[in-house]
């Protein structure tokens, strides 16, 4: 079976690690893992809470869950922050009315992921405005804003994690604290820069999601929640399938403290987000090869993709620049089609609508670019991208 076989044409990925085509190339060592993982059955329990220790070393967190993608992660992180340790709670989900159920976000981090908190029965309460719109609005959110709506129906706060983001996570860190209130963090693409992984993991968060199927390589329906061990208890719980008798219901104590549960969930909220046994190996397997390899490699073998492509269409008469701020993240190349009297959604239809589609980065269509993200690029994918950017940019 390939994709010929059932006829679905393949494409060429300028665009990134999205999801929509599929994310970034599984490393090698992830595939190798997956077969190997495939050829033994094991208790997903014990290997849920042998992940977890691996996790938890790579990481510096308590512990962590793998789960089937960075949303799926903030769906279980959230259903944990409602439902703890208790049975009832965890069978309630999503119907949350009867407890805490209210997450801070400010306005501004707000995003079509936030439906992954939401999913999990909290109810959003947004605080912050969007100043910027008014010509002279210069304010961000701001920490006081937070402060303020809290109350008793708070169950915690989500705070999105980039570079950008207002106010400053350890301001807020602060203030959860003095509140006794977790945070979830959303750091799904946030890796690059490597360092982060353990960063975020032990910045005082207490649970952050990546992302498994992005930079890091694993499978795309992957993700890693990372942070306080009875979270990740309980967000394990509301994932793993429960057909057991409670009588020799025996859970590993690494990942679960049997005596703080008030009885044996059922299957729980995040039943159906379930992760293959060969999805944890494989993660797992890429991860260790992320957090191992020199970031200059990663960082110069994606320059070394985007020269190939810069100088091959150089002599178009379309003026080309890098956005590169070294290892810390993933280089682009930008192309100014507008600046040569061209409309970038134009050129973008055609690209996609070539005989090999090719999709390139849309993000800065507005501004009139067209960029190019190398990491979901292969070698034999230069020379088709170069052929269908010089027919979309001579034309
Ligand atoms: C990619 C992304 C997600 C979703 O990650 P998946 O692993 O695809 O579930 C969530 N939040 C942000 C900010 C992302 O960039």
Same mark, same amino acid.
């Given at each position: 079976?390939?994709?010929?076989?059932?006829?679905?044409?393949?494409?060429?990925?300028?665009?990134?690690?999205?999801?929509?085509?599929?994310?970034?190339?599984?490393?090698?060592?992830?595939?190798?893992?997956?077969?190997? $993982?495939?050829?033994?059955?094991?208790?997903?329990?014990?290997? +849920?809470?042998?992940?977890?220790?691996?996790?938890?070393?790579?990481?510096? *967190? =308590?512990?962590?869950?793998?789960?089937?993608?960075?949303?799926? *992660?903030?769906?279980?992180?959230?259903?944990?922050?409602?439902?703890?340790?208790?049975?009832?709670?965890?069978?309630?989900?999503?119907?949350?009315?009867?407890?805490?159920?209210?997450?801070?976000?400010?306005?501004?981090?707000?995003?079509?992921?936030?439906? $992954?908190?939401? $999913? %999990?029965?909290?109810? &959003?309460?947004?605080?912050?405005?969007?100043? =910027?719109? #008014?010509?002279?609005?210069?304010?961000?959110?701001?920490? !006081?804003?937070?402060?303020? $709506?809290?109350?008793?129906?708070? %169950?915690?706060?989500?705070?999105?994690?980039?570079? #950008? #983001?207002?106010?400053?996570? #350890?301001?807020?860190?602060?203030?959860?604290?003095?509140?006794?209130?977790?945070?979830?963090?959303?750091?799904?693409?946030? &890796?690059?820069? +490597?360092?982060?992984?353990?960063?975020?993991?032990?910045?005082?968060?207490?649970?952050?999601?990546?992302?498994?199927?992005?930079?890091?390589?694993? @499978?795309?329906?992957?993700?890693?929640?990372?942070?306080?061990?009875?979270?990740?208890?309980?967000?394990?719980?509301?994932?793993?399938?429960?057909?057991?008798?409670? =009588?020799? !219901?025996?859970? @590993?104590?690494?990942?679960?403290?049997?005596?703080?549960?008030?009885?044996? @969930?059922?299957?729980?909220?995040?039943?159906?987000?379930?992760?293959?046994?060969?999805?944890?190996?494989?993660?797992?397997?890429?991860?260790?090869?992320?957090?191992?390899?020199? @970031?200059?490699?990663?960082?110069?073998?994606?320059?070394?993709? &985007?020269?190939?492509?810069?100088?091959?269409?150089?002599?178009?008469?379309?003026?080309?620049?890098?956005?590169?701020?070294?290892?810390?993240?993933?280089?682009?190349?930008?192309?100014?089609?507008?600046?040569?009297?061209?409309?970038?959604?134009?050129?973008?239809?055609?690209?996609?609508?070539?005989?090999?589609?090719?999709?390139?980065?849309?993000?800065?269509?507005?501004?009139?670019?067209?960029?190019? +993200?190398?990491?979901?690029?292969? =070698?034999?994918?230069?020379?088709?991208?170069?052929?269908?950017?010089?027919?979309?940019?001579?034309?």
């Amino acid at each position: 079976m390939n994709y010929d076989s059932i006829n679905t044409p393949t494409i060429i990925n300028a665009c990134g690690t999205v999801t929509r085509l599929g994310g970034a190339p599984i490393r090698q060592s992830a595939l190798d893992a997956y077969r190997s $993982a495939s050829d033994y059955s094991v208790s997903i329990e014990q290997l +849920h809470a042998s992940a977890s220790t691996r996790l938890a070393e790579l990481s510096g *967190a =308590q512990a962590g869950l793998i789960t089937s993608g960075a949303a799926a *992660a903030l769906t279980l992180g959230t259903a944990a922050i409602l439902a703890g340790y208790d049975a009832a709670k965890m069978d309630a989900l999503p119907h949350a009315d009867e407890f805490a159920n209210e997450m801070i976000i400010a306005r501004e981090h707000r995003s079509g992921y936030d439906h $992954a908190i939401r $999913a %999990a029965g909290a109810r &959003l309460v947004e605080v912050g405005l969007n100043e =910027q719109i #008014s010509g002279a609005g210069v304010r961000r959110v701001e920490t !006081w804003e937070y402060e303020a $709506a809290i109350n008793e129906n708070t %169950a915690g706060i989500v705070y999105v994690i980039q570079n #950008s #983001s207002r106010p400053a996570l #350890s301001e807020i860190i602060t203030l959860a604290k003095q509140h006794d209130l977790p945070i979830i963090a959303d750091a799904a693409g946030e &890796l690059p820069p +490597h360092d982060n992984f353990k960063k975020l993991a032990t910045c005082g968060v207490d649970l952050v999601a990546f992302s498994g199927g992005k930079v890091i390589g694993g @499978p795309q329906a992957t993700g890693i929640l990372l942070g306080d061990k009875d979270l990740i208890a309980s967000s394990a719980l509301q994932m793993l399938d429960m057909d057991d008798h409670p =009588q020799l !219901w025996d859970p @590993p104590a690494s990942l679960i403290n049997k005596s703080k549960l008030t009885g044996m @969930p059922r299957h729980g909220l995040g039943r159906g987000m379930k992760v293959a046994k060969e999805e944890v190996l494989a993660v797992l397997a890429a991860l260790e090869e992320f957090l191992n390899e020199n @970031p200059e490699d990663l960082h110069s073998n994606c320059m070394d993709i &985007l020269r190939q492509i810069e100088s091959s269409i150089s002599d178009c008469g379309i003026i080309l620049s890098y956005q590169d701020n070294g290892p810390a993240s993933i280089p682009r190349l930008l192309i100014d089609v507008a600046e040569a009297g061209m409309d970038a959604f134009d050129v973008c239809r055609n690209l996609r609508n070539q005989s090999t589609p090719i999709y390139i980065n849309h993000g800065l269509l507005d501004d009139g670019l067209l960029m190019i +993200h190398p990491v979901a690029l292969r =070698q034999r994918d230069i020379e088709p991208l170069v052929a269908g950017l010089r027919s979309a940019l001579v034309s």
